[in-house]
């Protein structure tokens, strides 16, 4: 997917953005990566995040690009989607994150 | 231990308490032999059907083990359904390489991404990823169904590494243990032993081959080939903490430890945030180390993720005092960006309290975050590394000039006590000359430098004994001199986590120790046992 196209918007449906705190002790690490990674499936839209700042935007549906980004113990995470159920999948992101990855859901 | 005595003993590092004696089998994880590779299109068929098959078999291992087993899989499944993952291999059999090499190829790409991590728990996912490369390859080359694995139950395995999915392939109903030449006490597969009540110790570095083995991992031994003498020390042991282990728990609910009269401070150590999440960790005094250089992820923090930290541990930590010590990196913990590359020697080179007096940038930023932290708990700040009393006193103004800085620009800062680690031997010979709040005893490195011995390197296990009278005495010194100053003396080292080292301690005059929080209960017990005239187990 390319993550380019999440930088124009109207595409196909409009952009959300989110901000959280990943406050996950070991930071961004695997069972937290999974977690988001099959929360990201659940939706249509394109979903993009980095640690606040990062130079690129990785793909939120990718567990191996997530880990691979390192986002360490109280760094801000940045989430942005794009489709017709963006909104949606910022804000269940976000309360994922926020909520330290609760051991529910499956 | 004693050397005659153990002919063949090795130490490492504990991953999982517990006792195990029966055969010893060495196991090689690795990949099968070589394939044939097919056309372009049938390397990539033969690839998919890989990936179908692995996630197959690894969701029946995962469905048969379920609990934390599953979970831990699960990275390795959703790898396998991640398209940005399978893509570059895809791509690479497009350019004509074959299935298994490409896929061998992507993998150790990441896997060198992960181990570069200063991070030990990234690192440690590392064999994750090799677990997953070498049961895809295994299917690659023919090896289709995943072999149950002929160990003989009760075995003590020995390999370099085991991934997580190769210890659940193998039958531990009937006991047995786990001797790695490397692995890492925060694996996965660490984990699942621990929650198998399966002895685990790593980091033996090289093994000799042998058909019996004794694998202690409470004291981070393997015995092999052992005469009947250490088995039957080996027994003892064994029974010795049978039955030690019911009696711990009730022992750690106690409010404090005592001996001969004396309170004795119970403190943890510290690695991570989440290591206050252990069971036990409440039951501290406080926390007697923590090793911030934990924060070097890759990245050097910034002034508020440090704040961030240091205020969660004094949160946690209420009024029990907390000491924190400066970034510790250098020697066997480089980080790219901070540390000296190509040091002949890094153990006596630019780490501790050295490395951060040359580069104040840096240090300024930790300094300023812990005078904010300090603000709200009992905090201490200890430098490590140090061997002459200017290395403290420019550390002091440095943290003098933060908080002047911070409190000018309307921000709450304090200066906390500060105090040192005692580990180059010429600051525990001279250590009067300090003008330190308290002192810290870091056995680990003490011990090292006085018996000239790397504790990373096996084959000096037997010279490489904490308890020498040389190390003894220079604890034994540092912990009088507190006593005649009125400065706290504790000791964070190995040694204070180590049931057989203290006895020595509390003779030494030492009353305040930093232990794992996984061993507090046996330390707590311990006490007690030596407090009402037992020998210490």
């Not at chain 1, 980095?50 to 940045?78: L, P, Q």
């Not at chain 2, 699942?192 to 110790?201: E, F, H, S």
Request: with cysteine.
């Amino acid at each position: 997917m390319d993550m380019d196209m999440l930088e124009t918007s109207k595409v196909n449906g409009e952009a959300f953005t989110g901000m959280v705190q990943l406050i996950h002790a070991v930071g961004m690490h695997a069972r937290p990566a999974v977690k988001l990674t099959k929360l990201a499936k659940r939706f249509q839209s394109h979903i993009a995040i980095r640690v606040e700042g990062a130079a690129d935007w990785i793909n939120a549906k990718s567990v191996a690009k997530v880990m691979a980004m390192r986002a360490a113990h109280g760094s801000m995470i940045e989430i942005k989607a794009l489709g017709a159920d963006a909104e949606a999948a910022v804000a269940a992101l976000v309360d994922l994150v926020a909520a330290d990855f609760p051991e529910t859901g499956h | 231990m004693q050397a005659d005595a153990a002919r063949l003993a090795y130490r490492g590092r504990t991953a999982s308490i517990g006792f195990a004696h029966g055969h010893f089998v060495r196991f090689n994880a690795g990949a099968s032999g070589k394939r044939a590779a097919g056309s372009l299109r049938e390397e990539a068929e033969a690839f998919r059907n890989a990936v179908h098959a692995a996630s197959r078999q690894i969701a029946d291992l995962a469905g048969a083990a379920g609990g934390e087993a599953a979970q831990i899989l699960e990275f390795q499944v959703a790898l396998l359904e991640d398209e940005e993952f399978l893509d570059p291999v895809f791509a690479l059999i497009d350019d004509g390489v074959a299935a298994d090499a490409a896929f061998s190829r992507i993998i150790d790409e990441q896997m060198a991404d992960y181990n570069s991590a200063p991070d030990e728990y990234l690192q440690a996912r590392s064999s994750d990823l090799a677990d997953l490369r070498d049961r895809v390859l295994r299917i690659l080359s023919g090896g289709g169904e995943s072999r149950s694995l002929s160990i003989p139950q009760g075995a003590v395995v020995c390999a370099d590494d085991l991934p997580p999915s190769r210890f659940l392939e193998i039958d531990w109903s009937g006991g047995g243990g786990l001797a790695l030449l490397r692995g890492s006490p925060t694996s996965h597969v660490a984990m699942l032993a621990r929650a198998r009540g399966i002895p685990m110790v790593v980091q033996l570095g090289s093994v000799s081959n042998a058909s019996v083995a004794l694998l202690d991992g409470e004291g981070a031994t393997l015995e092999l080939d052992p005469s009947v003498e250490q088995i039957g020390l080996f027994e003892r042991r064994r029974e010795v903490h049978r039955k030690n282990r019911a009696s711990a728990r009730a022992i750690l609910r106690r409010p404090t430890a005592s001996w001969r009269g004396e309170r004795i401070r119970l403190l943890i150590n510290i690695q991570r945030v989440e290591d206050l999440e252990h069971a036990d960790a409440q039951y501290a005094d406080g926390i007697g180390l923590m090793r911030s250089e934990f924060l070097l992820d890759g990245t050097l923090p910034d002034e508020e993720t440090q704040y961030q930290a240091y205020d969660a541990v004094l949160r946690w930590a209420d009024q029990r005092p907390v000491t924190i010590r400066t970034f510790d990196a250098g020697g066997d913990k480089p980080v790219s960006g901070f540390t000296p590359e190509g040091e002949a020697n890094p153990f006596l080179g630019l780490r501790g309290l050295r490395l951060c007096l040359s580069r104040p940038d840096i240090f300024t930023i930790q300094l300023r975050a812990l005078a904010r932290a300090a603000v709200h708990g009992n905090l201490k700040v200890m430098f490590p590394m140090v061997t002459e009393p200017r290395e403290l006193e420019a550390a002091r103004k440095l943290f003098a000039e933060a908080v002047r800085s911070l409190q000018a620009d309307g921000v709450a800062a304090m200066l906390p006590e500060l105090g040192i680690m005692v580990e180059v031997p010429a600051a525990a010979m001279a250590i009067a000359d300090f003008k330190a709040a308290f002192f810290s005893i870091g056995s680990n490195d003490l011990a090292q430098y006085v018996l000239a011995c790397d504790r990373s390197n096996g084959a000096l296990a037997s010279l490489m004994d904490p308890l020498h009278p040389a190390v003894i005495e220079l604890i034994a010194r540092t912990a009088e001199y507190g006593r005649r100053s009125g400065r706290a003396v504790s000791l964070c080292g190995d040694m204070a986590s180590d049931p057989r080292c203290i006895p020595a301690l509390l003779d030494c005059g030492l009353r305040e120790l930093s232990v794992n929080a996984s061993a507090l209960a046996q330390i707590k017990q311990t006490i007690d046992r030596l407090s009402s005239g037992g020998s210490g187990g």
